[in-house]
């Protein structure tokens, strides 16, 4: 009897509760984001709101990221960006999908932010994740890019970077002929490797040459590393 009354009691506290976490607005972004100056940058961003789940209703699915009352991305084409944002944003994600993700381009040192998302979706229905912002860390410039070898009767090297640009990843090219494997990892929400195989067999030529991976970013600024071919 107890234990039935307990359930009971359960069953009562927890549902409510489940549903009313469908009604909420909620927002999901990083709250900081690392970013190469000159380079590009893609904000993911999920977002969910009350009723999500509700099939049939119409909604205007206007989305828009802003810094402070400037509206810096939009999905609406026709819709007048600020200056200083114009051309250099673009509005990736699906609102239909709950995507909110945004693309910023030609990275400037003053592009910290804070940016947030904020959407209507029908008459009263509106909502500014403000409490959510996104913060931009700007990287002044690169660094070299890992860099390992191996040696048996051939010569494997793995050049590898992080970036947080999905959608114009950084390219990575070797000074040395060989056959080339390219492989892109995603290792967090923002956080992407990018990494470059070269396999060849050594010429005694090679000795002692240097054998390096330069690292191009969109916007374009350059990494290297180095390492000497010891056969
Ligand atoms: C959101 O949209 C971006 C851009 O199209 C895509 O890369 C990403 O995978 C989407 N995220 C989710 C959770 O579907
Ligand atoms: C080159 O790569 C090695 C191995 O990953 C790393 O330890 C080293 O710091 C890199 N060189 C520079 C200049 O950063
Ligand atoms: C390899 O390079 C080092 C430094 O440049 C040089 O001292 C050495 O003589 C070279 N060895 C050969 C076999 O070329």
Redesign the pocket.
């Known amino acids: 009897m107890q234990l039935e009354f307990w359930l009971l009691f359960l069953c009562v506290q927890v549902i409510p509760h489940v549903q009313s976490a469908k009604k909420t607005w909620t927002v999901s972004v990083p709250p900081r984001i690392p970013a190469l100056q000159s380079c590009c940058v893609v904000i ?1 961003c ?1 977002y969910s709101y009350p009723d999500a789940n509700r099939k049939g209703i119409q909604h205007w699915w206007r989305g828009f990221w802003k810094k402070g009352n400037q509206i810096i991305s939009t999905n609406l084409p026709h819709r007048e960006l600020s200056k200083e944002y114009r051309q250099r944003t673009m509005f ?3 609102l239909r ?1 709950r ?1 909110c ?1 945004m693309l910023l381009d030609g990275v400037r040192s003053t592009d910290t932010g804070p940016f947030y998302f904020a959407i209507e979706l029908s008459l009263g229905m509106r909502f500014s994740y403000i409490k959510n912002a996104v913060t931009i860390d700007i990287i002044r410039e690169p660094k070299p890019p890992s860099l390992s070898v191996q040696v048996s009767d051939k010569i494997t090297a793995s050049c590898s970077v992080t970036h947080s640009c999905p959608a114009m990843p950084p390219k990575l090219s070797w000074n040395h002929r060989g056959s080339i494997t390219q492989r892109s990892k995603k290792r967090n929400e923002w956080k992407w490797e990018m990494v470059s195989t070269v396999t060849f067999t050594p010429l005694l030529s090679d000795f002692n040459k240097t054998l390096t991976c330069t690292v191009k970013y969109r916007g374009g600024k350059v990494a290297q590393n180095s390492t000497i071919i010891h056969i």
């Open positions: 993911p999920s990736l994600g699906d999908s995507n993700t």
